[in-house]
């Protein structure tokens, strides 16, 4: 069985192995090249979680059911909004850099990610979002003080009580996800630095 490195590169994608592309079984490198194909690279998570493949496939699932999700009241900025502000509390690198990315090109701010990850109460956001930014706050930090009147403090703002689930459960996914990114020594892939920073050039 292979084991983790005793002290990693800095230039790793994760202190444990990593598969080769050709090596790993079909579905997941299909997915994997999918991706590439999308955005011109392979971020590095989808490398590092295919040290176990059974669990790949499982993170991707929830992963999807809950960033890809049709319908409620949370558009898919609103997500990687979630992820970036609790990320941020979990002093996630991979996570905070990589979702950051995400975040700028879907809500097409330049300045957005970098706002809410280190302090989000002032962020150039809707008072909308920083109701829902202080309830996944609260879970990802003291979700045992969760009461009804923050139920009713997100409903004054449109969201029901789905979409609180929603916020709940993206919170608690990324949770988790933060804490295997930090102790596998999960490193974000350069590219994600200058995605959405600053406008493409035109053809």
Not at 48 to 54: E, G, K, Q, T
Not at 57 to 70: G, S
Not at 132 to 157: I, N, P, T, W, Y
């Amino acid at each position: 069985m292979s084991q983790p490195t005793s002290a990693q590169d800095p230039s790793a994608v994760s202190r444990y192995p990593v598969p080769a592309l050709q090596d790993l079984p079909d579905d997941i490198r299909t997915r994997i090249l999918e991706v590439q194909a999308k955005t011109g690279f392979v971020p590095n998570v989808f490398l590092a979680l295919a040290h176990r493949p059974a669990e790949w496939r499982a993170f991707v699932a929830y992963h999807d059911a809950l960033m890809l999700k049709e319908g409620g009241h949370l558009s898919k900025g609103d997500r990687e909004m979630i992820v970036v502000a609790t990320s941020a509390a979990n002093d996630c690198l991979y996570c905070v850099v990589a979702h950051g990315a995400i975040l700028r090109i879907y809500e097409k701010k330049p300045l957005v990610a970098d706002q809410v990850a280190i302090n989000w109460r002032k962020a150039d956001i809707t008072p909308r979002q920083r109701a829902m930014l202080g309830f996944a706050l609260k879970v990802c930090q003291r979700s045992h003080e969760v009461d009804e009147a923050d139920f009713a403090a997100l409903r004054e703002h449109g969201f029901d009580d789905e979409d609180a689930w929603d916020i709940a459960a993206i919170t608690a996914f990324f949770g988790m996800s933060n804490r295997l990114a930090n102790a596998t020594g999960m490193r974000p892939n350069s590219e994600f630095y200058l995605m959405g920073r600053v406008p493409k050039a035109k053809a």
